[in-house]
């Protein structure tokens, strides 16, 4: 995945942060440091791993259903428990959560260097996952915390712009490290990155958390999330090999859904649900999460598959196939901000139809430019693709927040950020089934269906959004 996309609704979390911390002003800069040098080591890592894929893939002598495995390990432990990991850093303390998400993501990193084969980096991701699903949301309450309403808007503007720096150079310094020294080495970044971090976490940054958090943690729903959606992405990528009507695949599938269903009531009866259901009787909150589960479908399945074809199929470097992510987050970093206008004078449902029809035809784009092997072919389809996640990500989170009631933006948003994150898992784990007799042939499909998926998050937009 590219950082970019990662968090649709993330600045809003950092806006509804509640609860304060006795954060002093000369400390304020040192808290901002920390908490983006921690979301981005999370955020960096989803990037470059994509880049690493067709390496790791010929070094391990292993199959795209491991690869499948090596991004899906860390998507659906960080999906599963990203909730409660903020619920969690509200009730015992952001401080202290985060610490433990550092160290935790270090470790894990070091184990994905030095990992001896296929099985020991699945296992070294998933730990991954679970220590981003706790540092992730630490990092953007802290950032909520430490500064006030009046100063929290040029908070997030640093935020954003050291986020789209790092998802810019993400791509290309991973590249190059794959190029020059071994993919192993994009693992070893973190720990350097977590140094610097913790030496100013642990003498400059405050406690805070929500004294209004419950008591209770939702423990029971986190399960129920991780091992429902787990069975469904095992029964998708097992169809890959073994067939939609085989036993394991059609008991896997059948689980995950009567585990996703258990979910369903155990989050009506909670006390202290992660995901309150209350907030998709709203048609239009409903509905911008049917949008974002298709659109983010559709980019996460497309740039999972997109390395392959340019490394494996083309013969690019890793460098130069990182070099063509750079357009689309260039373009999606610039106009970012200005389609936030488009919110203020067309409101939100036209630029949530517009934006993705746009992305639906640089999709397309790439697949009728997927035989070609030059760069500059794909400059087009990226500039589109930039271009539409740009128009729809201002008035998505727009529509998060104008469908629920005040008090409610955070956890709406943090629903909304999980659904992006589901919805990259489960469209990797089908794209074992859409594999042709050809690279190429299969970026063709995959990129037709990503076409199709960002249509249909258009029609959603257009049936279910009235704000």
């Known amino acids: 995945m590219i950082n970019s996309k990662a968090q649709p609704c993330a600045a809003q979390v950092i806006r509804s942060t509640r609860g304060t911390s006795a954060c002093p002003k000369r400390d304020k800069t040192w808290v ?17 791993v994509n880049v690493a894929l067709p390496t790791i893939e010929a070094d391990l002598r292993t199959t795209l259903a491991a690869m499948q495995w090596v991004i899906n390990a860390y998507t659906l432990c960080m999906s599963a428990l990203l909730l409660i990991g903020g619920a969690a850093a509200d009730r015992f303390g952001r401080r202290v959560i985060f610490l433990i998400g550092i160290v935790s993501f270090a470790l894990a990193s ?13 296992a070294a991701r998933a730990i991954q996952g679970v220590a981003a699903a706790l540092l992730i949301p630490c990092s953007l309450a802290i950032i909520g915390a430490a500064f006030d309403e009046q100063e929290r808007g040029a908070a997030i503007g640093i935020w954003s712009g050291a986020s789209a720096l790092a998802a810019g150079a993400g791509p290309l310094l991973g590249g190059s490290l794959i190029d020059h020294l071994s993919w192993r080495a994009i693992f070893l970044i973190n720990p350097l990155i977590a140094i610097p971090t913790l030496w100013i976490a642990v003498r400059r940054l405050p406690e805070s958390g929500d004294p209004t958090a419950h008591a209770g943690l939702d423990w029971r729903g986190a399960l129920l999330a991780f091992a429902g959606l787990g069975s469904l992405v095992y029964g998708l990528i097992a169809a890959s090999s073994l ?11 059948a689980a995950g859904a009567l585990l996703l269903l258990w979910l369903v009531a155990q989050e009506r009866r909670s006390r ?30 497309a740039f999972f598959f997109l390395p392959f074809l340019l490394i494996q199929a083309h013969g690019f470097s890793a460098t130069a196939a990182g070099a063509v992510y750079l357009p689309f987050t260039l373009v999606l970093a610039v106009l970012s901000r200005w389609s936030g206008g488009l919110v203020d004078r067309f409101g939100a449902r036209r630029p949530l139809i517009i934006g993705p029809l746009i992305a639906a035809a640089g999709f397309a784009l790439l697949a ?14 990226m500039v589109l693709l930039g271009f539409g996640m740009a128009i729809t990500v201002a008035p998505l989170t727009t529509t998060v927040i104008n469908s629920v009631k ?10 909304n950020n999980v659904v992006a994150a589901v919805a990259s898992l489960l469209v990797i784990a089908v794209l074992g089934t859409l594999v042709a007799d050809s690279p ?28």
């Open 440 to 467: 190429v042939a299969t970026a063709r499909l995959v990129m037709s269906t990503a076409a199709a998926l960002a249509f249909a998050s258009a029609a959603a937009a257009a049936l279910t959004i009235r704000i």
């Open 406 to 415: 005040e008090h409610e933006t955070g956890v709406a948003s943090g629903i």
């Open 243 to 253: 067939g939609w009507r085989d036993v394991t695949v059609v008991g896997s599938l």
């Open 368 to 381: 009728v430019v997927s035989g070609e092997q030059g760069y500059w072919v794909y400059l087009g389809p």
């Open 272 to 301: 202290a649900p992660m995901m309150p259901l209350r907030l998709f009787a709203s048609r239009s909150f409903s509905g911008v999460n049917l949008l974002t589960l298709f659109l983010y479908g559709a980019l996460g399945g």
């Open 110 to 122: 070091i184990a994905c260097g030095f990992a001896p084969d296929t099985g020991a980096l699945i």
């Open 32 to 48: 901002l440091a920390a908490a983006v040098l921690g979301s981005t080591m999370a955020f960096v890592d989803e990037s470059v």
